[in-house]
């Protein structure tokens, strides 16, 4: 009855004191419709049972409890919460009452506390396993249309391989025309998807690196081939302005993965007749590569999440939005950051790598024990 | 000179829609090789255009999957802007895809890469498309044709 009593009259003490206590233990910061719609729901439900039995929780209060905790961690991954988040919430919001409770000396027996903890608990045990589920579903069927289009985009490729073959081979066009240079850019299109399928594959198993010394030039060459070709069906102009000097140690197949992402992204956002730049140069101890595209910019407030899996920011973004994991996977993972920022009509791909020497040993890997 | 009226007069021509360049420089070599006239569009806005310059083609080859807009929001589209076409004119999708939804295109082909495969159900489906439009009445019947699907 008091304590009833004392969740009732104070719920706006709790609730704020909850969501206070959720952004320190969660280290997150809710938004204004998460807390509006997150916990105080399941604190009016609270109340509700804690009316209904005041003396204990039954069985089927249980069932109520778990069913509407159900619904509201299906209602928090909809709000974009993490797990972490749903059990601090409910954490929080015990200690709230609790601190609150304490604070103001509120005659609360110790079997309402038991009863209140029971509820808490399986509030907890009903929202995670909800949250879980559904979140295991949906990356399921996300990993199920991932794959389907890798296979669409594998046979698109190979489509226009096998038919401009075929025209060449039957002589409908002659060699060395576009019709050429379409075979031979959907061969180099398979490849950049074979290849960023693999790095896709090495990242999730968590593959050894094949760590070696290569210099930036020499990989940038390589995509440009593809990517000039790509360039000229959008009348695109692609500049390409590397230092002949820098180089990096790392894993030469996830850097080509990363950086090929970049380029094609770049391309593919870029209107016809815009400009792409890559750069890449020496700043410090950092090898800095920059693409350039002139994409029109990207919404601020969807910056943050542009590296998450499955962001797409548009729909013609093919791959379902895995590519700029990939690459921040992958250059990661090759001790460097990616970052994004906006310019002028477009945006900067930012990639920064611990500069190498083919010649020498870089500073602090050398074995041998001499110091440079 | 229209070419619903008097089809055999003309010279048969094709619209092909694809936001992939590439496919649409192969689609114009491949069907002007075979005598067609061939127009191309490389996104559903683009082919609408081409829809109100051109005289009404005598087939229509659609991508599934564009950026702009998908085939089966560009055939509710001109359903609206031009029902005769979609009413009268073979639309055919051309994908990537193993199977696509219900609609109201004539039917489907596979991008499996086998050219001669592809220039033989342009062909037939040409010639359904003009045997159903040869005489007046028939076009009212064109709905209880079959679907077919060349994969």
């Not at chain 1, 993490?82 to 919001?93: D, F, K």
């Not at chain 1, 991932?146 to 296979?151: D, F, K, R, Y």
């Not at chain 2, 559903?44 to 081409?50: F, I, N, P």
């Not at chain 2, 029902?83 to 055919?92: D, G, M």
């Amino acid at each position: 009855m008091c304590l009833y009593n004392f969740l009732k009259n104070n719920r706006a003490l709790i609730i704020a004191d909850t969501e206070k206590r959720t952004i320190l233990l969660a280290a997150l910061r809710p938004t204004s419709e998460q807390l509006e719609k997150g916990l105080p729901i399941f604190f009016d439900q609270l109340i509700e049972v804690l009316k209904k039995e005041q003396s204990k929780v039954g069985a089927q209060d249980e069932q109520e409890i778990l069913v509407s905790a159900g619904s509201h961690g299906k209602e928090l991954l909809r709000l974009g919460y993490t797990l972490s988040h749903v059990v601090h919430s409910y954490g929080a919001m015990c200690q709230a009452i609790t601190g609150i409770a304490s604070d103001t000396k509120a005659p609360v027996t110790a079997l309402e506390f038991h009863n209140l903890n029971r509820c808490l608990d399986i509030a907890i045990a009903g929202a995670v396993t909800e949250f879980e589920s559904i979140r295991h579903l949906e990356n399921k069927n996300r990993e199920v249309v991932h794959l389907g289009s890798i296979a669409h985009e594998l046979r698109n490729a190979l489509n226009r391989a096998r038919i401009s073959f075929q025209m060449l081979a039957k002589g409908i066009v002659g060699l060395g025309g576009s019709t050429s240079k379409v075979l031979a850019h959907s061969l180099d299109e398979l490849d950049h998807l074979i290849n960023r399928s693999l790095s896709e594959v090495r990242l999730r198993a968590g593959s050894d690196m094949n760590v070696e010394y290569f210099s930036i030039i020499e990989i940038i060459s390589q995509l440009v081939v593809t990517a000039e070709i790509e360039a000229e069906h959008k009348a695109q102009t692609l500049s390409v302005q590397i230092d002949p000097d820098i180089g990096v140690k790392a894993d030469r197949h996830l850097f080509l993965s990363a950086l090929g992402n970049l380029i094609q992204n770049a391309l593919k956002f870029t209107k016809s007749g815009g400009n792409i730049s890559i750069i890449g140069k020496a700043e410090g101890d950092q090898v800095v590569i920059e693409v350039r595209d002139q994409c029109g910019g990207i919404p601020e407030n969807k910056i943050g999440s542009l590296f998450r899996p499955f962001v797409q920011q548009d729909k013609d973004r093919s791959g379902l939005g895995l590519g700029l994991t990939i690459s921040k996977e992958a250059i990661e993972k090759c001790k460097g950051t990616i970052s994004v920022q906006n310019r002028e009509d477009g945006c900067v791909f930012i990639v920064r790598l611990p500069a190498a020497s083919n010649v020498y040993p870089t500073l602090g890997e050398n074995k041998g024990g001499l110091v440079f | 000179m229209n070419k619903n009226i008097l089809p055999h007069l003309a010279k048969q021509s094709v619209l092909v829609i694809d936001d992939n360049s590439e496919m649409l420089h192969l689609g114009k070599e491949i069907l002007e090789s075979e005598g067609f006239d061939v127009f191309t569009a490389d996104s559903g806005l683009q082919a609408l255009e081409v829809l109100a310059q051109i005289d009404v083609p005598n087939l229509v080859l659609l991508d599934m999957q564009m950026g702009d807009m998908s085939g089966l929001i560009f055939l509710e589209k001109l359903e609206e802007q031009r029902p005769e076409i979609v009413q009268n004119i073979p639309i055919v999708f051309y994908t990537a895809f193993d199977e696509v939804p219900k609609s109201k295109a004539t039917g489907f082909m596979r991008k499996d890469g086998n050219l001669d495969k592809f220039i033989s159900s342009v062909h037939n489906f040409i010639k359904q498309g003009t045997s159903q439009c040869s005489t007046p009445a028939a076009i009212h019947l064109k709905h209880i044709f079959p679907r077919i699907h060349y994969t």
